[in-house]
């Protein structure tokens, strides 16, 4: 499949493509973080933000404005260009993820045969970005942030990509376009069903493994607010705040994104059901993304509903139950996988 | 730097550096094959910091995640309210005590009041000493949700502190009817009660019970069940009862280890000798049972309260007195149960209108005592659990 931003003009093709992914990597993370707010602030009782424009839906929009008037505040014993690099060092890779990720039939940057493992991949540098952040911040709140983070990650990569490899198992591909078309054509005992009924245990733990890789709560101990205030982030100030903030909003979303093509159906309603072959390109298109972000958004409200619900684990708590509970069940989850198809 | 650095690096088997935060490099001392003798890191918590709800400053010598040794360092509040008190006469004093622990200020004042009451053995009037009992049990809870929410704020969980917060303030309102304010209720005068309650206030009280009854089960479902919080407070910081006693710990991080030690039972004021206080104990005295003595001690407060309510005589609730109060020559220790804990009264008077000195034992300050004991070898993390849990405000251990 092409992408729908192919004209046969190299530039132009770019142009687009980057324009696109950046549009959308601007614009959906704040939905999101108004998701946070306004979600939180009902389950808590409270109104959340109201005054700026109605009902506080520019309120991120007036946060990033505040966030670009403050002083950056690089202290002296920093290491200046790491520090300075750090933000951005995070924030990259949730750019770079969102050119494979696929929201409807040729609304996706790029469609690579390696599409998931690429995305895997890239996901994994972010952390690069956190322990730069904690080293060259010269406080120890943020060192033994950055540390956390780095020893998190290690940790819930693997649970992360065992759920990913049952479904490229299942689906025979690496493409997340090919994942998304299988998964149509997928039937359990004849019922067209998503990948997450039969990967039950899959997407929990690539769930799971996604909150703890982009330090949500009930994972956040690298930035546990009551005990290092704000880990990795202490000295940041200003824009560069903001781009760390940017990073688990646009996390969020990214990842949210990778759990709706490998488990939730992607960018169809429902396995089986097809779009109506009648309808022009575009109308599709637009359908099939609003499919997609609709149920982002589900998985990223539930992201916000964890965080209200749970306090935050510890930090020997949360490596024994990568090690000792997900890591082994992800291995069973590939093994009973493999069987059924080989079976089936 | 680099001399010493290529000395010491030629140096076989000597020190070795490595390099350390920007601008500062590390020592390390390089054994056998390879093998690190790592640095503790010393790490002061405070005075401002998210956990210690004050300006209470630990200095924690850390290993990796594990605390070595800690050390809490006060006096970052200190206001001198003992020596001022000398300066003041008793009318002031009164609101003076109800500032160093701003969550319990009620109680504060009945200790110095029952002080300069039982010294110049004064009779108060009984519907003043019975509502006297009814604001110490709205102070108490108010005293409660405070740490209820902010312990759960503390591990992660963001909820309930904001549902802590609404009955707070439901309460609040309530206790500014009738003593006008919302933090130092400067209510209490020797002698009886500032004024009568408003009109409505025993009826408002009633309804409120049956409110925060209603709610405090809404922190037992989203906490008690909750197997995070289980996992980050059971078996953590647990306290024995020999060492809570020698400490001289008291109030609900006593009752957690079991020792139901209460001066509203053991030695009765005001009118609490004629009511049945209910004394909610634990059994581990680990972080778990310490916030669940807190809830629970909502509870026995509001049953307090609804026995207080049914007996409230009607009455005068203040005695004439001079203008000036003097209390007469002689010194007096008084106890009584804080929320926090026992706070005790030391009044020595020479016969003026100022006290010649006032000594105050606050319980926040014994409890912070054990936090050494607890904090030794337990994870950075568990610091956070036990701090939360031992209940204190940085006012009431500077004094």
Redesign the interface.
Known sequence: MESLASTGLLWLDLLLKVVAVVGFFLVVPLVAGYIEHKG?AH????LGPMEAMPHGVGQLIADGIKFIQKEDIIPD???RWVFALAPGVALVPAIVILTVVPLGPGVFAENLDVGIFFALAVSSVSVIGLLMAG??S?N??S??GGLRAAAQLIAYELPLVLGAAAVVLQAETLSLVGIVEQQFAFTAFGIPVPYAVPHAIGLALFFVAALAELNR??F??PI????L?AGHMTEYTGLRYAFFMLTEYAGMVVLAALATVLFLGGWYIWPGIAYPAGWPVWLTAIVATGVSVGKIMTLVFLMVWL???????????LQRMSWLVMIPLGLFNIIVIAIAKVVA | MTETTDAMLSQPGGANVLPG???ESMLVEVRGEGELSTQD?T?NIGPQ???THGVLRIVIDLDG?RIARATPVIGYMHRGFEKLAEARDYRQIIALVNRHDWLSSFCNEMGVVLAVERMMELEVPERADWIRVLMCEWTRILNHLMFVGSF????????PV??AF?EREDIQHLMESATGGRLHFTYNRVGGLKEDLPRGFLAASEQMVRNVRMRAQEYRD??QG?E??I??TRDVGVLDPQTAVSYGVTGPPLHATGVGEDSRVTEPYSKYGSINVPVPVGTNGDSYDRFMILVDRIDASLDIIEQVLGSIPSGPVNVKLPKVVKAPEGAIYVRTENPLGQGGYYLVSDGRKNPWRLKMRTPSFNNIAMVPHLLEGA??????AVLGSVFFVVGDVDR
Do not use: C, V
């Open positions: 939180l389950m808590q009782d409270r014993a920093a290491d080293w060259a010269a120890k709140y060192l033994m709560p009930p956040d101990m546990a607010d009551s005990e205030i965080r209200a619900t749970f306090p935050r684990l510890r930090e020997d708590q | 935060p920007p601008g890191m790490l910091h998210p956990a995640e759960g704020l503390e591990l992660g969980a963001i909820t904001f549902f609404r989203l906490l909750n995070i919080f996992a980050r994870l950075l993390s568990d610091m956070i």
